[in-house]
């Protein structure tokens, strides 16, 4: 397969986990902990910043509206 075919798959994977969740958060949605959406949030957008598929500073930013609607729900 080709590379580019991989890392495209790749990337769109992490960008729609990171959609999704910036989504739901948004949206309110409670669920039984919002500890472990937040921790799950950091994870992906920690994980999409290592492969490079967002800037760290992107990064930073998403953890910090993250941070900023769990606390306000």
Do not use: C
């Not at 397969?1 to 409670?30: C, F, H, L, P």
């Amino acid at each position: 397969m080709r590379q580019d075919v991989m890392r495209a798959s790749r990337n769109a994977r992490y960008e729609t986990a990171i959609k999704d969740i910036m989504k739901n958060m948004k949206a309110g949605k409670k669920t039984k902990k919002v500890e472990t959406t937040v921790s799950k949030a950091y994870s992906v957008i920690d994980k999409a910043v290592k492969m490079r598929v967002i800037h760290k500073n992107k990064g930073a930013r998403l953890k910090g509206r993250v941070s900023r609607l769990s606390q306000s729900k």
